[in-house]
């Protein structure tokens, strides 16, 4: 049970980096030694945000999918007590 409650926490993390980096990539530029990082939250967090893309249009040009799995990651850590 632990292990579940920590991954869930780390992707939680992960999402909230992958939020930052987005914003961060639409004004600066990456330095190149960060691309790595970067490619590697973004591969980590995209199968599941694209799932709710594909349901859940941007509103405004604001996506919304974060939010919806930040909501949904809180109910399942809810559900099995962590």
């Given at each position: 049970?632990?292990?579940?409650?920590?991954?869930?926490?780390?992707?939680?993390?992960?999402?909230?980096?992958?939020?930052?980096?987005?914003?961060?990539?639409?004004?600066?530029?990456?330095?190149?030694?960060?691309?790595?990082?970067?490619?590697?939250v973004?591969?980590?967090?995209?199968?599941?945000?694209?799932?709710?893309?594909?349901?859940?249009?941007?509103?405004?040009?604001?996506?919304?999918?974060?939010?919806i799995?930040?909501i949904?990651?809180?109910?399942?850590?809810?559900?099995?007590?962590?």
């Amino acid at each position: 049970m632990y292990l579940i409650c920590l991954a869930l926490s780390i992707y939680f993390l992960v999402l909230i980096l992958r939020i930052i980096l987005s914003w961060a990539t639409m004004f600066w530029s990456i330095p190149a030694a960060l691309d790595p990082v970067v490619r590697v939250v973004f591969d980590l967090t995209e199968p599941v945000l694209g799932l709710f893309r594909r349901y859940i249009p941007p509103i405004g040009g604001l996506d919304l999918s974060p939010l919806i799995v930040f909501i949904i990651l809180q109910v399942i850590r809810g559900s099995i007590g962590c």
